[in-house]
């Protein structure tokens, strides 16, 4: 893996400290080189989550020298970054995920202006992949007229997780937090009609580019593999939605995975195989871009950033 550029591009929104006015961070671009592939990290802004979304479930006095070590208030909100992924091979131009669009949090939903200080048009994108359902990854696939915002792209999605989003009851037993998460992934499933493929575990969806199933964030959460001779990269969605209690005690359950003891299973058989495989990762809510090595530490795991 060679990192061959990494740029961080200023707004004209201005902060004010001793005086000076400062350019705001808009969106960072990182990108590097996996065999064939050209793959590239964009960020669709961050958002805003309650501290207890992921640490609800976990024991505060083993959380805690944890946190410590990580400089993370218990209490504060947390602000992960999204870090959509963009993969070039050939003449397929795919992106993984498509961010939260305009109707989910002020902070996010940047990654139209990211492709386009990029010099990449909406109507380059050939493949869409989704890693899942939820509004940050998936919001983003409509425009603000309803219409698909990659209108040249096949779209491509696990058949558990779009059954399981366009499974009507599903807004009835998700429970009210996630609700409008079920309603607005249905609505905008459905208004993308014959334009989604559904696969399965394993399916290839261009040479080098597979599938694998990783449930527990989700129902039908899928990651995404790159093999090129002897090196590996991962895109791992949301199995991991922090670099730190995630890394450290991946066997933890996070209040951030719809079935909380399946993500904790998930997660710490994908830590261990990326960290005895040396895969590279990139993680949808990991810092600097969100590529980076898990390698092992103390009791768990630590993310090193490329």
């Known amino acids: 893996m060679q990192i061959t550029r990494r740029n961080l591009i200023l707004s004209s929104a201005a902060a004010t400290l001793s005086g000076l006015a400062l350019p705001r961070k808009l969106w960072a671009q990182t990108t590097l080189n996996m065999g064939d592939f050209e793959v590239m990290t964009l960020s669709d802004g961050s958002l805003t989550l309650p501290a207890d979304f992921i640490f609800g479930p976990m024991d505060d006095a083993a959380l805690a020298p944890i946190l410590a070590e990580a400089g993370v208030d218990r209490n504060a909100p947390l602000t992960p970054p999204c870090n959509v992924t963009l993969l070039r091979k050939g003449d397929a131009t795919i992106l993984i995920d498509t961010g939260a669009g305009f109707a989910f949090q002020d902070s996010a939903g940047q990654l139209l ?137 991946p066997e933890w359950t996070s209040g951030s995975d719809q079935d909380e003891a399946l993500g904790a299973a998930t997660r710490a058989a994908l830590m261990d195989q990326c960290a005895a495989d040396e895969i590279t990762i990139i993680g949808y809510h990991l810092p600097n871009g969100g590529i980076g090595r898990v390698t092992r530490a103390n009791q768990g795991y630590r993310f090193e950033g490329a």
């Open 113 to 249: 202006d990211a492709l386009n200080a990029a010099g990449i048009a909406a109507d380059d994108i050939t493949h869409v992949l989704f890693t899942h359902g939820h509004p940050d990854h998936l919001w983003g696939v409509l425009d603000d007229f309803d219409e698909a915002t990659f209108f040249n792209a096949e779209h491509i999605m696990g058949e558990i997780e779009y059954d399981y989003w366009m499974d009507p009851n599903t807004v009835n037993s998700i429970g009210e937090a996630r609700a409008a998460f079920a309603a607005g992934a249905s609505r905008r499933l459905d208004s993308l009609g014959d334009q989604i493929t559904r696969i399965s575990d394993g399916a290839e969806i261009v040479s080098g580019l597979r599938a694998k199933l990783t449930p527990g964030h989700s129902p039908g959460h899928m990651a995404f593999e790159i093999a090129s001779g002897s090196q590996q990269l991962m895109i791992i969605g949301d199995v991991v939605t922090n670099d730190h209690v995630g890394f450290a005690r």
